[in-house]
């Protein structure tokens, strides 16, 4: 079945998140079939390979997307943030999820695909059992691990120029367009049809403090499946100081 193959190639290039976030989440895959990503010298000029070291730079001016990291910052929080992330399809399929994140609180709001209400939920850090099935309203981004695994080490992605300051941090913009795609990459990674392009816009760790990327997904004829938006963003609290570990 074409989902049975697409999430069977997606797992092998999704190791940025890790074995807990998938046991916890349990998400779908839904996303294009995703193969081995293509070696850095393919990549044209002006591109970077995200996530890969840059000859000429330091290795954090281009630490790639790091979904695993959005995970890490909801689970241990050091600083006071609002989480928010979006998904919407062409066939008017919505989900969201938004908190607003202490390091002793999460006050949020979820809803799933095929849901028209939002579901409140609040935890506190001291009761471990609440804040971890308050964690499970905030994962859904787990389920963007094999779109971001097709660009995240290629030359659809680019470091852009124009960081600076986003939602409150320093950051790294990347402009992402499966359009840079050299014929070979398309062939490899694409059916006729797909794209991805987007931005974002990730701290020296690559933790995505901004992303919007849009999706679309084609069968091997060429017939679509799907087109997606997604949102996802982290905006830090005024005043908030990070907390040690």
């Known amino acids: 079945m074409e989902q049975h193959r697409r999430c069977h190639l997606a797992s092998l290039l999704a190791a940025v998140i890790t074995t807990?976030?998938?046991l916890i989440v349990g998400t779908s895959c839904t996303s294009k079939p995703r193969s081995k990503s293509i070696k850095?010298?393919?990549?044209e000029a002006?591109?970077?390979?995200?996530?890969?070291k840059n000859p000429t730079s330091q290795v954090d001016a281009n630490p790639g997307i790091d979904l695993n990291c959005v995970y890490d910052r909801l689970q241990n929080p050091t600083e006071s943030f609002n989480y928010s992330f979006k998904k919407d399809t062409s066939d008017d399929q919505h989900l969201s999820q938004e908190a607003d994140i202490t390091p002793q609180s999460i006050d949020g709001r979820s809803r799933s695909i095929g849901s028209d209400h939002a579901v409140s939920f609040q935890a506190t850090r001291s009761n471990a059992e609440d804040w971890q099935a308050a964690l499970t309203h905030l994962t859904a981004i787990a389920g963007m691990s094999s779109t971001i695994a097709?660009?995240?080490h290629n030359s659809a992605m680019k470091l852009e120029s124009d960081g600076l300051n986003t939602n409150g941090y320093d950051t790294i913009h990347?402009?992402?367009?499966t359009a840079r795609f050299d014929a070979t990459e398309s062939r490899m990674?694409?059916?006729?049809g797909d794209s991805e392009k987007g931005d974002a816009w990730v701290t020296s760790k690559g933790c995505p403090v901004k992303l919007?990327?849009?999706?679309e997904l084609h069968r091997r004829d060429g017939s679509l499946i799907d087109k997606i938006h997604y949102e996802e963003s982290m905006?830090?609290?005024e005043g908030a100081t990070p907390r040690a570990r």
Not at 40 to 43: G, H, K, S
Not at 189 to 192: A, F, G, I
């Open 174 to 177: 990347y402009s992402i367009d």
């Open 150 to 152: 097709l660009v995240n």
């Open 40 to 43: 850095a010298d393919t990549a």
């Open 46 to 52: 002006g591109t970077v390979r995200a996530g890969g």
């Open 189 to 192: 990674l694409l059916s006729p």
């Open 20 to 22: 807990s976030l998938i």
């Open 212 to 215: 919007v990327l849009d999706s």
């Open 235 to 237: 905006v830090k609290s």
